[in-house]
């Protein structure tokens, strides 16, 4: 209990005290170009300095990575099967580690009406005669999958050092706030979760395989086999570090709260079943594992081998942010040291 206390009075005093944060300046990188609501923007890491930009809308641009470059090519368009509903949308691409060889590229996105849409996780190919230029209809379904609700459903797509693809999906819950079905601490359901599959083989009749490695593979509880991490509310972006090969994420907070997490493989297993995965737990309401509510002079942990976010941060007023430090700083005063572990 006394750490608890220590816990709180540090994040008060945090949260009182003036932060100081580094000054960033905003430049226009490419300012003879336009994109209509752009959600991303990566490189085909083939060798050559083009850059592609999805725009939400279902057009992937390419260009070369030149500030003064004054145009862009389309370099696909699927504006006929993308939703146009505000919270759909062409999310994420990631392009194959061979691309250069085998022109694959693979794009996430959802169709359908606010009512009823569908994710979509699918695989191009670029033309052969015109690199800047995809073949339309060579898409090949690798997973598809009908969403509960129309929100909560954003992610980004990519690819591993391990060669594995990488995807998110959102816990689709309604616009009532929280995560009421508990999607996201559902192991057999995909909603909330991170997910890794191997493109390069098929099996079980699905357009991937399964990675032995993966912790819930071949498991017998009826886990979703795909799983690498769980536990989280809307991973709308993500990325790895290409030094550490670290996954950093970006996670939609409730109400106030937003998170950063790192996303790790644990050293934890618990009757077989829990194989090397970290959970990050996504800040709600109530949780069935664990509960942890933090506030502006408020800290409160219940912990069950969750792992924390590495930062969170709020507009609320009085309490600008909590940086990676200061949130790890507290939960050593509290006496829990560095937390990695599954749920």
């Known amino acids: 209990m006394k750490n608890f206390f220590k816990a709180a009075l540090l994040i008060a005093m945090l949260c009182i005290a003036s932060s100081s944060h580094s000054q960033y300046v905003i430049r226009e990188a490419f300012p003879n170009l336009t994109f209509a609501y752009p959600v991303e923007m990566v490189h085909p890491g083939d060798g050559t300095n083009r850059l592609f930009v999805l725009e939400k809308g279902g057009r992937v641009l390419v260009f070369n990575n030149d500030q003064n470059v004054t145009s862009s090519k389309v370099f696909l368009d699927i504006t006929d099967r993308v939703s146009a509903y505000f919270y759909a949308g062409l999310f994420g691409i990631a392009f194959h580690p061979d691309y250069s060889t085998n022109k694959y590229f693979y794009v996430y996105y959802l169709s359908g009406t606010g009512a009823s849409l569908t994710m979509h996780l699918s695989r191009f190919t670029a033309s052969p005669a015109n690199p800047d230029s995809a073949l339309q209809n060579s898409e090949l379904d690798i ?43 559902n192991r057999s359901q995909m909603f909330g979760k991170v997910h890794r599959i191997n493109v390069d083989s098929a099996s079980g009749g699905q357009n991937y395989s399964i990675p032995p490695s993966n912790p819930y593979y071949q498991n017998t509880s009826g886990y979703r086999e795909e799983i690498y991490a769980y536990g989280f509310r809307n991973m709308w972006k993500f990325t790895f570090d290409e030094t550490t090969g670290r996954l950093w994420l970006a996670d939609v907070g409730q109400t106030r709260w937003e998170e950063i997490n790192i996303v790790e493989a644990g050293k934890i297993t618990d009757g077989g079943e829990r194989k090397g995965l970290c959970v990050i737990i996504r800040q709600v309401t109530a949780i069935r594992q664990g509960l942890y509510l933090l506030n502006r002079f408020m800290f409160t942990v219940i912990l069950l081998e969750l792992a924390l976010p590495v930062d969170m941060y709020t507009e609320e007023a009085g309490c600008p942010d909590l940086r990676e430090s200061m949130f790890i700083q507290i939960i050593q005063q509290a006496g829990y040291g560095r937390l990695h572990g599954t749920a």
């Open 143 to 185: 997973l598809t999958l009908p969403c509960p609700s129309s929100n909560h459903n954003g992610s980004s797509i990519r690819f591993g050092a391990d060669g594995y693809l990488y995807f998110g999906f959102g816990d689709s819950s309604p616009g009532s706030g929280g995560d009421p079905e508990n999607k996201a601490q």
